[in-house]
């Protein structure tokens, strides 16, 4: 059962407008998430998180909004540029209190950036 | 970012043999290493978590007597595939994390493509 749900497996977006991929999960206990950027055989790059004490966090170009009401997250890249063009993965984990804890990822939205 | 290195980056394996991927965090030391598999058009799954000294923790359904993990020291973390099968065959992926590190971010290596024939 996947508890962490990407359900939009693609997305294209025109260059220097804003892309929005969403994320959604089921387990309530989840209180930290990611969004990492993967390219074909390379490991996820980091991008942002946020933890379940905010609903806000923004670096640069990347803001990931967090309701946790609706076990809902998303990743808004603004403006969308042509190297933004990847795979971008949700992730969530839930700590234990001390230490990292694995993450339980989405299956992942490839996102389509076009001139 | 800190940077987390994998070797090899591919294997091409017989099926009975063992394989053994590295992973190493190059500047800074991972008190935590984790190791996740990737399937084709498949999220990452997380196969074992281990910390430097202790044994690994494994996922359900993932064999510890398969995937043997060493984490000796504070940036190396080793997976050992023993008799790999055609099923083996997938993207390994480790990653590192470290309390030193800001909001206890997990880094990730390149990543392992094994072929099992």
């Known amino acids: 059962d996947q508890q962490v749900k990407q359900n939009s497996p693609s997305l294209s977006v025109q260059e220097g407008r804003i892309s929005i991929l969403n994320c959604d999960y089921t387990?309530?206990?989840?209180?930290?998430f990611l969004w990492y950027k993967k390219y074909p055989a390379e490991g996820p790059t980091f991008l942002i998180s946020?933890?379940?004490?905010?609903d806000k966090n923004e670096d640069g170009r990347f803001t990931v909004f967090l309701n946790k009401s609706a076990k809902h997250l998303s990743l808004h890249i603004v403006p969308s540029q042509p190297g933004d063009s990847a795979v971008y993965f949700c992730?969530?984990?839930?700590?234990?209190?001390?230490?990292?804890?694995?993450?339980?990822f989405g299956k992942g939205t490839h996102l389509i950036i076009q001139p | 970012g800190a940077v987390v290195s994998q070797h090899p980056s591919r294997v091409i394996c017989k099926s009975g043999t063992s394989v053994k991927i590295e992973c190493r965090s190059l500047?800074?030391?991972?008190?935590?290493m984790f190791w996740y598999r990737q399937f084709p058009k498949q999220s990452l799954m997380l196969m074992a978590t281990?910390?430097?000294?202790?044994?690994?923790?494994?996922e359900q359904g993932v064999e510890k007597d398969k995937f043997l993990i060493n984490h000796a020291s504070l940036t190396l973390s080793t997976l050992t595939v023993t008799s790999a099968h055609p099923e083996d065959s997938s993207f390994y992926i480790c990653?590192?994390?470290?309390?030193?590190?800001?909001?206890?971010?997990?880094?990730f290596g390149p990543g392992t493509r094994l072929l099992v024939l």
């Open positions: 946020i933890s379940s004490i905010k």
């Open positions: 992730a969530a984990s839930a700590r234990s209190g001390g230490g990292a804890d694995g993450l339980t």
């Open positions: 500047d800074f030391q991972a008190t935590t």
């Open positions: 990653s590192a994390s470290s309390l030193a590190q800001t909001q206890e971010t997990q880094y």
């Open positions: 387990n309530s206990m989840f209180d930290y």
């Open positions: 281990s910390n430097e000294g202790s044994k690994a923790t494994y």
